[in-house]
C-alpha cells in the first residue's frame, strides 16, 4: 500500500498556513451550498437546474468548483452529472448522492450527502453513521486502516456493505484525488495519520454486492498530458480548458464537445474520461462524505 502522505510537497511554513487557510474557505462555501441546495431536491425538478445552482453558487461564494457536481441516483454511486439542455428530473424514490467540491486556487474541500426521496432512512443513515464514527477514530498515530475498519463495522450494523472500491482519499493542488487512500473497509496496513494531513472520508453503503464498475454514460473529464495535436478542433477545446488545469470539467462546461474529438483525446492520453460507476448488483447506493484537517488531538471537519 502506498505510504505516501498528502503533505509532501509542501514544506513551507507560509505554504502550510495557505493551504488551510483556502481549504477551509472552500468547506465554508461548501457548507452554505450544501444547505441551500438540499430543498431543491424534489421529485419533478430537473437535475440540470440543480446542478447549475450548486456551480453557480459555489462562484457567487467566492470559489470554484473542484469538478462538476455529481448527481448519482439510485443504483449509480459516482460520476454521473447531467449533460447539456438534459431534461431528466428527480422521482418519487430516488436515492439520490450530491457530491460537490469547491476549491480556491488549488486547494479544494469535498462533501457529499444522501437525499431519500423514497424510503430508504436506515440506508441513509448507514453512510452517515459510517463518517460519523470514521471522523471520531482520526488522530495522529493511527493508521488509516483504522479509519476503514470503522466505516466497514458502522455500515455492516446495519446489515448493508461498504463499497469496497470507492474510497476517500487526500488532495494536491489542482489534484482532487491524492494519498492517502481512505478504503471503506478494513485493511491489514495504512498509511500513518499525521497532524496537518488533510482528506476525504467517503463512506458509501449499498443492499447489493458491495462493488462498482463502469457505464457506458460519460460526462467528465480531466486534462492528464499536455501533448501536441493536429486537429484545430482539439486544440481549441484543450485551450478552453487550461483554466482546470487538472481539475475535471463537464462537457455541459465547453463551448462545443464533439464526441469524435473527445474520444480522439481520451485515446491519444492527453484526456481522461470518467463513466458513471454503478453498482454492479444494481444496488441502491448511499454515500456521505466530509473533508478534514487532522489537528493535534482530534479532526476537524472543514465542510
Known amino acids: 500500500m502506498d505510504n505516501v502522505d498528502n503533505m509532501n510537497d509542501v514544506n513551507d511554513v507560509g505554504e502550510l498556513e495557505e493551504r488551510f487557510e483556502k481549504t477551509i474557505k472552500a468547506g465554508e462555501v461548501l457548507r452554505q451550498v450544501r444547505e441551500e441546495v438540499r430543498p431543491r431536491i424534489k421529485p419533478g425538478v430537473k437535475l440540470l437546474e440543480v446542478a447549475e445552482f450548486v456551480e453557480n453558487r459555489i462562484r457567487e461564494l467566492g470559489a470554484e468548483p473542484a469538478f462538476p457536481v455529481n448527481i448519482s441516483i439510485n443504483a449509480d454511486a459516482a460520476h454521473f452529472t447531467p449533460k447539456k439542455n438534459d431534461e431528466r428530473a428527480f422521482k418519487e424514490g430516488d436515492l439520490v448522492k450530491i457530491d460537490i467540491g469547491a476549491h480556491i486556487d488549488g486547494f479544494i474541500a469535498d462533501t457529499a450527502f444522501t437525499i431519500d426521496l423514497g424510503d430508504h432512512e436506515e440506508l441513509v443513515k448507514a453512510a452517515e453513521d459510517a463518517l460519523k464514527r470514521a471522523i471520531e477514530v482520526v488522530e495522529p498515530g493511527i493508521e488509516t486502516s483504522v479509519i476503514g475498519a470503522a466505516i466497514e463495522e458502522a455500515i455492516k450494523e446495519f446489515d448493508f456493505r461498504p463499497i469496497v472500491n470507492l474510497t476517500g482519499h487526500g488532495f494536491l493542488p489542482y489534484v482532487a484525488h491524492a494519498p492517502p487512500t481512505i478504503y471503506n473497509f478494513k485493511t491489514d496496513r495504512g498509511v500513518k495519520v499525521e497532524e496537518g494531513m488533510i482528506f476525504a472520508i467517503e463512506p458509501f453503503a449499498t443492499n447489493g454486492a458491495g462493488k462498482v464498475a463502469e457505464r457506458g454514460e460519460v460526462e467528465i473529464y480531466s486534462v492528464v498530458a499536455a501533448k501536441p495535436t493536429r486537429m484545430k478542433m482539439a486544440r481549441e477545446l484543450l485551450k478552453e480548458v487550461e483554466k482546470y488545469k487538472t481539475l475535471p470539467f463537464a ?40 473533508t478534514i484537517i487532522v489537528e493535534s488531538n482530534r479532526a476537524r471537519i472543514v465542510t
Do not use: C, F
Not at 256 to 261: D, G, H, L, S
Open 251 to 290: 462537457k455541459r462546461w465547453l463551448t462545443k464537445a464533439p464526441e469524435v474529438i473527445l474520444s480522439k483525446l481520451v485515446r491519444e492520453g492527453i484526456l481522461r474520461s470518467y463513466p458513471v460507476l454503478t453498482e454492479i448488483n444494481r444496488g441502491l447506493v448511499s454515500q456521505a462524505e466530509h
